[in-house]
């Protein structure tokens, strides 16, 4: 079999989607127009080959890793219960339940609690790995992919640290009542020199990331990028018509505590005070101490739930590789 041919053959997704790109990008970097070798993309794509014919030579990676996103939408589903509870009546609890930790205590708590955190520690771990592998394939080397790989690589750790929690506690339990990490870590961080600029950076960043979810993720679909077979305008395939609606209203209601969260750790820097920091559930909270705050925790509450949603019904349709747009 001929380079060129090979560089095809390994670029097929035998899960039904295809790297043609990467296809046609091996291809021109083993040969030239003329037939000779040329030297190696300096870009570095070649983690991206790597990874990417490891996956098409071993399709059962993609399908382990795509588990991670039912594990991932059970935690959201969870805290935005606990949102709606508290836009309901119990924003004067102290309960940490709105927040990733929240939704694993209120697993713990369960008849057979620790084996189904035991499960969904397993499945936050194939999360990881699927954001570890995102980064390891995408290719460009532009704003945007840059952009990519930072938020792909704190998702992962993010979510790593999530996965060290859920071993945890299916291990030894709940933990115990803690301040709100968020708190925690913004105390700690102003008794640097410059700390204080460094949170109130964290907390602008934070609210960015927030409108970056509203606009780019919810409204404007880019979502869809990510997902086979979806197409963000089309109407005429109601379970298509299910997933990107739950999509909008998810990324929406995800921004909007993302957003909440940046703003208080940012007015915590701004007044010197790390006790006005917030993480999601503390957050939340805070603000529904008012009838138009309880009604945008209702919003938050319902839209990290079809969130979750959202994350169980699109796993099988979520696509390793660089966006499409």
Not at 275 to 292: K, P
Request: contains cysteine.
């Amino acid at each position: 079999m001929s380079t060129i041919e090979q560089s095809t053959t390994a670029s097929i997704d035998p899960t039904g989607s295809a790297n043609t790109g990467s296809a046609a990008t091996r291809s021109a970097n083993t040969t030239s127009a003329d037939g000779g070798a040329t030297t190696d993309d300096p870009s570095g794509d070649g983690v991206a080959d790597t990874v990417d014919d490891a996956v098409a030579d071993n399709p059962v990676i993609e399908r382990l890793t795509r588990l991670g996103w039912i594990a991932k939408g059970v935690v959201y589903t969870l805290m935005g219960g606990a949102a709606i509870s508290i836009a309901q009546s119990s924003r004067d609890s102290q309960d940490d339940q709105a927040s990733p930790k929240g939704a694993l205590d209120t697993i713990i708590d369960q008849p057979g609690g620790r084996i189904a955190i035991a499960v969904l520690a397993v499945g936050l771990a194939l999360y990881c790995l699927w954001r570890v592998l995102s980064v390891a394939v995408i290719r460009s080397t532009d704003l945007s992919a840059w952009l990519d790989r930072i938020g792909y690589t704190f998702s992962a750790g993010f979510y790593a640290v999530l996965t060290y929690v859920a071993v945890n506690a299916a291990v030894n339990g709940a933990d115990p009542e803690r301040d709100n990490t968020v708190e925690r870590w913004s105390r700690r961080a102003m008794d640097w020199q410059f700390g204080r600029w460094l949170v109130m950076a964290a907390g602008v960043v934070t609210f960015a990331v927030g409108v970056f979810f509203v606009v780019r993720k919810g409204v404007m679909r880019s979502f869809c990028d990510d997902l086979t077979e979806v197409d963000g305008d089309r109407r005429d395939d109601t379970i298509e018509r299910i997933l990107v609606g739950s999509g909008v209203a998810g990324w929406i209601g995800r921004g909007i505590v993302t957003m909440l969260v940046g703003f208080f750790v940012t007015r915590s820097a701004w007044r010197f005070d790390p006790d006005e920091a917030r993480g999601f559930d503390a957050a939340l909270r805070s603000v529904a101490d008012t009838t138009t705050g309880t009604v945008l925790v209702w919003v938050a509450g319902v839209g990290l739930v079809v969130y979750g949603a959202f994350c169980l019904l699109s796993h099988r349709r979520r696509r390793l590789g660089e966006s499409r747009a």
